[in-house]
Nanobody
Framework: QVQLVESGGGLVPPGGSLRLSCDASGRFRSFLVMGWYRQAPTKQRELVASISSHGCTTYADSVKGRFAISVDNAKNTVYLQMSSLKPEDTAVYYC??????????????WGQGTQVTVSS
């Protein structure tokens, strides 16, 4: 089982920056895709950014040019650097990892979420 723990959320004024971290632990063979999702009140959870094991990245149109996803494979940590934050970025941010267990079974894990609030 793979556990994910997010950190780095908080309150930031419009135009500010935050960096979210997601630490993965447990038994796994490899990651296939690591991603960040967010869910605002009364809205569905949406993909913000993802990165594949080959380093290919995707971003929601609403965050392109402002957010950057990266991975530190040595630390099993995925980051989301958020800049030029807007009030509409306010949401709970969740880390998601799709991967393969040591016995070659696929898995998908979610973190518990971290609140990001953009407000003056």
């Amino acid at each position: 089982q793979v556990q994910l723990v997010e950190s780095g959320g908080g309150l930031v004024p419009p135009g500010g920056s935050l960096r979210l971290s997601c630490d993965a632990s447990g038994r796994f063979r490899s990651f296939l895709v690591m991603g960040w999702y967010r869910q605002a009140p009364t809205k569905q959870r949406e993909l913000v950014a993802s990165i594949s094991s080959h380093g290919c990245t995707t971003y929601a149109d609403s965050v392109k040019g402002r957010f950057a996803i990266s991975v530190d494979n040595a630390k099993n940590t995925v980051y989301l650097q958020m800049s030029s934050l807007k009030p509409e970025d306010t949401a709970v941010y969740y880390c998601n990892v799709d991967g393969v267990t040591p016995d070659l079974r696929p898995f998908a894990s979610w973190g518990q979420g971290t609140q990001v609030t953009v407000s003056s």
